[in-house]
């Protein structure tokens, strides 16, 4: 076995690469602290993620180059950054996905179209906005799944976000039978609006004869709330609308389908056959 024999100026230069961890790591914690305290409880909480990494970063960069001073490796580290150089240029032609992903990212953290705890659609994907990150964003779908889309995506694809702003409006698109009566409908339904605890009173319901349908008159009821009560708003004004239409004698059709042999002005013709009125074939 090889023996290792520390000088005693090795040992110093460890003992003084130690202290340096300590203390970096000591002046990182104490700032996280002080920001907190002065800062963090008027910033979001992507600025949060933001200043933390910032700091973890700057603290090993102090930290490396720290040790390299004491280490004497100077001419060493000279060296190293040219060959930082060529093999970045050789890692820039080869990854050029990646910086435009970060260009991205760098675009999406500036402009800021969505923070930590937003939910967002990105195309077809539903979730909260996890992590945001220089390569890409995280979304936990409503489901606890964990996606990952690049954010050259994010920048190329259209963004909704569903809990940018305090009040939402949840549509409902309700089918009433041709024979009804629409402004007892319209009255009806905005007294359901009326009734509705989670309903905002300004902006006002929002109550509109849509369309007319294959076999009924499509209305839509608009109801203004608070972002947190979209889930017990909702659970709430289906089973009032079933009621009071049931309560009103106001029908919601299901699609009739109408059968003709032809001509449209004659039924057409049925005839029931008892079982034991058809001859077995000879």
Not at 166 to 194: C, F, G, Q
Not at 202 to 220: H, I, N, R, T, W
Not at 236 to 257: C, G, M, W
Request: aromatic fraction near 8%.
């Amino acid at each position: 076995m090889t023996d290792f024999n520390f000088t005693p100026e090795t040992i110093e230069k460890i003992k003084r690469i130690a202290i340096t961890i300590g203390v970096a790591y000591l002046i990182a914690q104490v700032l996280v602290v002080l920001i907190r305290r002065v800062l963090f409880q008027k910033l979001s909480p992507q600025t949060k993620m933001l200043v933390s990494r910032g700091i973890a970063y700057a603290t090993v960069i102090f930290v490396v180059f720290i040790i390299i001073n004491i280490l004497e490796l100077k001419g060493v580290f000279q060296t190293m950054l040219g060959a930082a150089g060529v093999m970045g240029i050789v890692l820039g032609i080869a990854s050029q996905t990646s910086i435009g992903n970060i260009v991205s990212g760098i675009f999406v953290i500036s402009e800021k179209p969505f923070e930590l705890g937003d939910l967002i659609r990105v195309g077809d994907k539903l979730g909260v906005v996890y992590s945001i990150d220089l390569l890409s964003i995280k979304l936990k779908t409503l489901d606890n799944l964990l996606i990952r889309i690049p954010n050259q995506t994010i920048i190329s694809t259209e963004v909704t976000n569903v809990t940018r702003f305090p009040i939402r409006r949840m549509d409902i698109v309700i089918s009433v039978a041709y024979k009804e009566d629409l402004r007892k409908v319209i009255e009806v339904l905005r007294d359901i609006a009326n009734r509705m605890p989670l309903c905002l009173d300004e902006p006002e319901p929002l109550v509109v004869a849509k369309e007319f349908g294959a076999s009924s008159v499509d209305m839509q009821l608009g109801l203004w709330f608070e972002k947190t009560n979209y889930l017990h708003l909702r659970n709430a004004v289906f089973p009032e609308i079933l009621e009071t239409f049931a309560r009103e004698n106001i029908e919601i059709p299901f699609p009739h389908v109408s059968v003709y042999t032809g001509e449209a002005t004659k039924p057409f013709p049925l005839r029931v056959q008892n079982e034991q009125d058809i001859q077995p074939s000879k």
